[in-house]
């Protein structure tokens, strides 16, 4: 038997209605934003990550799915690709590419696809997952470097979290500082596991030569405590960046946005500036973070793009749906009515009652006339249907139909006119 690859894996109805509705709440939450879709390939250079996501990332460094393209034509070239792992980079080249910067507007750009790491799968933790994503970016003149920015997105998320139903987050926020003033904090970080770092794990002695900030993201337990007494970004930030990080914090104040600032929180991609943030969930377990974002002043910059600064975020698909399975959300309208034909001819009557239902916004499905009552009925429960709406000969005459209440068990016939009305109430 050939089975989905490790770490893929289906989403099966009814899951997928789930996923449909979180969707459908993005789009219509973000479009009240401004916000409007892009596409970008899922293959991309390799190039690409490494030179935004960082050469010294978990994400570049282990998880990329690279492949060697080999030429086919004269004309064409080995190319070196990647699936990509993250969407930023994507919609950064893609700005930079087709001169998104050039109105001198903000640009407000949402995505919603998949994205591939190749990690060791568990539960939240998938080598194809789903991404839900948003760029604010621009020229500088647009004002997409001020902290209303920041502020914008975080209500955002917020109004979004709401929307789908989520409750119980928490959103962590921090500084991580600027091109100016990170150097002078990785300098201190440095100094300061040079007397640490032999009793810390080989993933962080690594890292405290080649990118000592990746240090703050171990998440092996023992290193922990000798984490909580490196030095904190917090003293080290410059005045312009402390300066912007207040503002985004007065903003939420005034907006009445709860967050807790998190020191440590630095996050996984080398891009990120200023401001950093994560909202995690306590239903999900070990991969609490439902989406994390940042701003990235420098990346298109870095790309060989124009200056044009901007902040976004990923949210997590798969675990935000996971979340609100787990808090057994009833956000979707369940089964309203099972419609039964009764008697030889009546698939039709059942099919044209089913359909002004159906037009009415009603979810209906139907049953056949093969099936005995007994049948119908089981099989309505088994749906989870709230009515059993039959269409016998007599009924079809009458134009009025017996209704079962399949939680009460009572039975009334109903006319048509009428039918709509006794189902909502
Ligand atoms: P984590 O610390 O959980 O590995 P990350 O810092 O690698 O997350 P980002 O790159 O910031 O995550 O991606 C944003 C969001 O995408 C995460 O908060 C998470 O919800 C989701 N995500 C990341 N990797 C995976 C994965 N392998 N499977 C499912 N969701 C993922
Ligand atoms: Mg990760």
């Not at 916000?35 to 998880?63: A, C, H, N, Q, W």
């Not at 060697?68 to 969407?87: F, V």
């Not at 998949?114 to 997952?129: A, D, I, L, N």
Request: negative net charge.
């Amino acid at each position: 038997m050939i089975k989905a690859v490790r770490g893929t894996r289906d989403l099966l109805p009814p899951d997928t209605e789930l996923w449909n509705f979180v969707e459908h709440t993005v789009r219509e939450v973000f479009a009240r934003y401004n916000y409007r879709e892009i596409r970008t390939p899922i293959f991309e250079s390799t190039e690409l990550f490494s030179r935004s996501v960082g050469e010294e990332t978990d994400i570049v460094s282990k998880e990329m799915f690279t492949w060697e393209d080999k030429a086919r034509a004269a004309s064409e070239k080995t190319q070196t690709l990647t699936l990509r792992p993250e969407n930023t980079a994507g919609v950064v080249r893609a700005y930079i590419e087709h001169e998104l910067g050039r109105s001198g507007l903000l640009q407000k750009l949402y995505y919603i696809g998949p994205q591939f790491r190749r990690e060791r799968p568990q539960k939240g933790r998938y080598r194809q997952f789903f991404q839900i994503g948003a760029e604010v970016l621009g020229p500088t003149t647009a004002g997409s470097e001020l902290p209303i920015r920041d502020a914008e997105v975080l209500d955002m998320l917020t109004a979004l979290l709401d929307a789908v139903g989520l409750t119980g987050w928490t959103l962590y926020l921090n500084s991580v500082g600027c091109a100016k003033c990170r150097p002078a904090y990785n300098q201190a970080l440095r100094d300061a596991l040079e007397n640490v770092k032999d009793q810390m794990c080989g993933d962080c002695q690594r890292r405290s030569e080649t990118n000592p900030l990746r240090v703050l993201d171990c998440k092996v337990p023992e290193d922990q405590p000798i984490i909580e007494g490196l030095p904190k970004i917090a003293d080290y930030l410059d005045e312009g960046c402390r300066e912007h990080f207040a503002q985004v914090r007065a903003i939420l104040d005034t907006l009445g946005i709860p967050y807790q600032v998190n020191e440590r929180m630095v996050r996984g991609l080398d891009y990120y500036t200023r401001t950093t943030f994560e909202f995690t969930h306590g239903k999900l377990g070990s991969q609490s973070a439902v989406l994390g974002g940042g701003r990235y002043d420098g990346l298109s910059e870095q790309l060989d793009g124009p200056k044009a600064p901007g902040i976004g975020f990923a949210i997590g698909e798969d675990r935000l749906v996971l979340a609100l399975q787990a808090q057994q959300q009833q956000t979707l309208a369940p089964l309203k009515a099972f419609v039964v034909p009764l008697g030889e001819g009546m698939n039709r009557h059942a099919l044209k009652l089913a359909k002004q239902l159906r037009a009415d916004g009603v979810a209906v499905d139907v049953s056949d006339e093969s099936f005995r009552l007994k049948k119908s009925f089981e099989t309505a429960e088994k749906l989870g249907a709230t009515f059993a709406i039959i269409v016998g000969e007599n009924e079809v005459k009458a134009d009025a139909f017996a209704v079962k209440n399949l939680t009460s068990g009572l039975q009334t016939t109903v006319s048509r006119s009428e039918l709509l009305g006794h189902l909502e109430d």
